[in-house]
């Protein structure tokens, strides 16, 4: 589906009158004000329906498998992904896929891989094309790459947040981005639940999601992330405000309190959030967070205080405010009707995978009914997701063939290596000379063979089975391991997540990529084989080890 058509008809189906007497041109194309009369003309389940970004299962708008159909039935009382859509006049569908380790795992995935994507999100446009709105939908995901990546094969993996960090050069993450961006908009992905625009604090929630625990390297980062992006055509969401990076619970399950002052918050916290407002971002995602400071006990995704006052008032931001997904405890202490007008009412626009989605639709109309929420206050979060709408779907949709292309692999490629760290060892020289054996903590064979490939690529001798007694060993561990995954015997120990477990580990040269992506591993194939220098720094505290010993 052509994303300039898309445009077209989200103005010929708003208009009073027919499409054929004025079709809308870029030259007449409606302000804001005129478009925020013509959703005024909305009706009130048109209105309830644009707000909600549910998900849904089967990996096929209009076809999917017995238990797809069974999980939509007990969902929505549908049987497939297009029903959801015209049932509830949705604004918006999310896809999600998970493995295990993801740690925001939910139950359900419909992603497989590119080519599926690309048909399920034209699908799902064809489906709401016939809603009375007219309006094409937002499509997002939570592609930010490292730990959290729900498509993962057959395009161009970009390394972690904390990866780009160590590198800390925006310019190489705004291209880095802009190649994502075009592969997600191939897909006919519209909306990106990323950048991470956390500050890493001492808690190990967001770990390497987040660019580093320097507030203005993060902000730098967050800002080329978001103009990398946009710039392809796909709308970016700051996330999760006002920062995720110190708690040490898991809003997943749980509320983390914010201790920090306001002004901590104003000077630590903030200012990425600041500098993707600054750079355009599209969209910022409420956070499930206690924010002790400003509305103790309310979550910051159910609070006025936090959102009006502090997002729209004291940073400006003026784009679609998402909640983080309803289904997450946090947000479940009301039911899903009523959590979904109360989200309205703090100041969020766009209410992402709410538990129970038709008591969401229908509660939302039941407080239209009875004033409880104000239809004004309605219209203001459609007209900014309308406003969404038109700024992604302006171009036309790349081809498929973009995917993992030549340009988009070293844009990224300069990235990864950029970001290979040294903690510990003498710099210079190769780091492995003679006969070289791979081993990895447990769950990490797929990352063990691509470094096993790319070691052989750059002319190093690996021995995979019977190693010889004088053979160095290279040692891999990534999220989630501890000192007990480390391999005594390794002369060189490699974090390929948050490098935290490299202070327990007594290898006499550490290493960090923060991340198990395909080119990170060849970036390391290369520092390890001394074809290429470790450049990056920890952009996060290690104990007792230097941001590089490489100078």
């Keep these: 589906m052509r994303r300039n ?186 909306v990106d639940f990323a950048p991470d625009a956390d500050v890493q604090g001492a808690s190990s929630v967001i770990g390497s999601r987040s660019f580093g625990s320097d507030s203005k390297l993060v902000a730098e980062q967050a800002a080329a992330a978001v103009r990398g992006l946009q710039a392809a055509g796909v709308a970016a969401t700051l996330k999760h405000f006002p920062g995720h990076g110190r708690p040490a619970a898991d809003s997943h399950g749980d509320l983390p309190q914010l201790q920090q002052t306001r002004q901590e918050l104003t000077e630590i916290d903030l200012p990425p959030f600041q500098a993707g407002i600054a750079a355009g971002v599209q969209l910022v995602m409420s956070g499930h967070l206690d924010v002790r400071s400003i509305d103790p006990g309310m979550p910051a995704s159910f609070s006025a205080k936090v959102l009006e006052g502090v997002l729209r008032q004291q940073l400006g931001f003026d784009g679609v405010v998402v909640t983080d997904a309803l289904n997450m405890a946090p947000a479940e202490r009301w039911p899903a009707g009523e959590a979904a007008v109360r989200a309205l009412q703090a100041g969020n626009d766009l209410l992402l995978m709410p538990p129970d989605p038709v008591a969401a639709y229908n509660g939302i109309l039941t407080a239209l009914k009875n004033g409880k929420l104000s239809r004004d206050r309605l219209r203001a979060s459609v007209t900014r997701i309308l406003t969404l709408k038109r700024a992604v779907t302006d171009d036309d949709q790349p081809g498929l063939d973009v995917l993992a292309g030549q340009e988009h692999q070293s844009a990224v490629a300069a990235a990864a290596s950029a970001a290979v760290t040294q903690l510990r060892g003498a710099c210079g020289a190769p780091l492995v000379t003679g006969a070289v054996s791979v081993t990895a903590a447990k769950g990490r064979d797929a990352s063990r063979d691509r470094l096993v490939k790319a070691l052989q690529a750059q002319g190093v001798r690996v021995e995979q089975s019977t190693p010889a007694a004088d053979a160095q060993v290279v040692h891999l561990v990534g999220y989630g391991d501890t000192a007990g995954d480390l391999n005594p015997k390794a002369t060189i120990t490699v974090a390929m997540d948050t490098p935290y477990v490299l202070t327990k580990s007594a290898s006499p040269v550490l290493l960090a990529t923060y991340s198990s992506s395909p080119l990170s591993l060849e970036a390391l194939a290369k520092v390890l084989a001394g074809k290429a220098k470790a450049e990056g720094r920890s952009p996060v505290a290690v104990n007792g080890l230097p941001k590089s010993s490489c100078g």
């Design 5 to 190: 058509a898309a445009a077209i008809l989200i103005l010929c189906a708003l208009a009073l009158a027919a499409c054929g007497t004025a079709p809308a041109t870029p030259e007449s194309s409606p302000s804001p004000t005129t478009l925020a009369g013509q959703v005024a003309r909305l009706s009130d389940e048109d209105l309830a329906g644009q707000v909600l970004m549910p998900y849904a299962y089967g990996q096929d708008a209009t076809k999917v498998s017995a238990g797809a159909a069974k999980a939509n039935q007990k969902l929505a009382g549908v049987t497939t992904p297009a029903e959801l859509v015209t049932k509830l006049r949705l604004g918006g569908v999310i896809l999600v896929g998970f493995e295990a380790g993801d740690p925001t795992a939910q139950d359900t995935a419909n992603i497989d891989d590119p080519a599926q994507v690309r048909k399920f999100t034209a699908g799902l446009q064809a489906a709401a094309a016939k809603l009375p709105a007219g309006t094409p939908l937002l499509i997002g995901t939570d592609q930010e790459y490292g730990v959290v990546t729900r498509v993962k094969s057959g395009v161009t993996l970009l390394p972690s947040a904390m990866a780009l960090g160590a590198a800390n050069q925006p310019e190489l993450t705004e291209a880095a981005w802009r190649a994502a961006g075009t592969e997600l908009a191939a897909m006919g992905i519209n």
